[in-house]
């Protein structure tokens, strides 16, 4: 019951800069953790930045100082600013949510994926 919405993906210049969103909605109870996972052609789906719930960060090396994330838990959103974009940020960026659902009569603790939005960076 837990349904996660990309946008802001697109076609950006090397140097630019793009901003992704994710909305959340659903029968959710709390969200600990919200993030992006981007997976580039041959490789393997990685984390790029995640946030709690009290807005404790983590990233991936190869982005800190240049990507940002943040979230409105009022809104159950998850934003990632992403400036001085590289060639080498191309993927497909994927958000994901640690969500708490009911179930019956039952909390129940997992994963959401939301579909992804394409990130092309040209050199």
């Known amino acids: 019951q837990v349904q996660l919405v990309e946008s802001g993906g697109g076609l950006v210049q090397a140097g630019g800069s793009l901003r992704l969103s994710c909305a959340a909605s659903g029968s959710i109870f709390r969200i600990n953790v919200m993030g992006w996972y981007r997976q580039a052609p041959g490789k393997q789906r990685e984390l790029v930045a995640a946030i709690t719930s009290g807005d404790n960060t983590n990233y991936a090396d190869s982005v800190k100082g240049r990507f940002t994330v943040s979230r409105d838990n009022a809104k159950n959103t998850v934003y990632l600013q992403m400036n001085s974009l590289k060639p080498e940020d191309t993927a497909v960026y994927y958000c994901?949510?640690?969500?708490?659902?009911?179930?019956?009569?039952?909390?129940?603790?997992?994963?959401?994926w939301g579909q992804g939005t394409q990130v092309t960076v040209s050199s």
């Open positions: 994901n949510a640690q969500a708490i659902t009911v179930e019956g009569l039952k909390w129940v603790e997992s994963d959401h």
